[in-house]
């Protein structure tokens, strides 16, 4: 992951959608209060930040310094966040923790790889919680005019090698052939609202239109975004319903 999101970080925190609050208590109560959970894959806090209030201890680790920074910058009155430099190939150099926990970052894994490791480094009672996009979600309403956009800039799109769109295998189907193959899952739908400036900082935080990868074309990409978008929607305003789905996953019971 290292390097994808370059310049991403500001944009991500700003116009990346929450999970919600009913999503991240479902996470709290799953995990408990007393205990130390991983959320590898970090970003900028989008899970860390509100579950720290809920736990002893979140160690928010990504590759990404700036997300890093960002994370530490939002979140500067949290005394229970460690803010640590890693990633998936380097689990065994982290402090102990009870639970892990994946927003939007499982897919740029080695999946089973990793979820082997866990194994062997999560205590008994241990957790793997995934929380992002439910199973074929319904794009957004600016989705047709910004596919059109991203062919224009040749950056449509960046996919990760053992995601689902590459493999085929939804994180459903990864988790059940894995040792945390008791499932469970829960729903939560909330609706958001976005005007034209956030609809164009949402296109900034993803990989494949970082500003990082755009370079020189950063300007013209955002201002062919600007015409598409407007064409598409003269309002430029729109209401989505997100679904996002808290995925939990245990060692079967012997």
């Excluded at 709290?28 to 590898?40: E, I």
């Excluded at 894995?178 to 034209?196: G, I, N, T, V």
Aim: glycine residues 8%; aromatic residues 8%.
């Amino acid at each position: 992951m290292r390097d994808l999101f370059g310049g991403a970080a500001p944009y991500y925190a700003k116009y990346r959608s929450t999970h919600g609050d009913p999503a991240i208590e479902h996470l709290a109560m799953t995990f408990g209060r007393d205990s130390t959970v991983l959320d590898l894959g970090c970003g900028p806090g989008t899970v860390a930040i509100p579950l720290a209030r809920r736990v002893r201890e979140v160690l928010a680790v990504d590759p990404d310094e700036e997300m890093l920074e960002e994370g530490r910058r939002l979140a500067r009155e949290a005394g229970n966040i460690r803010w640590l430099h890693g990633d998936s190939t380097r689990l065994r150099e982290l402090p102990a923790f009870d639970h892990i926990v994946m927003g939007r970052s499982f897919h740029w894994m080695d999946r089973r790889a990793v979820l082997a490791e866990l194994n062997e480094l999560l205590p008994p009672g241990g957790v793997v919680a995934l929380v992002g996009p439910g199973q074929d979600p319904e794009d957004p309403p600016w989705e047709p005019a910004m596919r059109r956009v991203r062919d224009e800039f040749g950056v449509n799109t960046f996919t990760a090698t053992n995601s689902y769109q590459a493999t085929g295998e939804h994180p459903h189907d990864v988790l059940a052939t894995s040792p945390f193959s008791d499932l469970d899952s829960a729903m939560y739908e909330q609706r958001l609202k976005y005007d034209l400036a956030a609809v164009i900082g949402l296109q900034l935080s993803y990989s494949y239109t970082a500003p990082a990868r755009l370079g020189d074309r950063l300007e013209s990409f955002t201002e062919a975004t600007r015409r598409a978008l407007l064409a598409l929607n003269p309002s430029g305003r729109w209401e989505y319903v997100e679904v996002t789905e808290v995925l939990i996953a245990r060692r079967p019971k012997s």
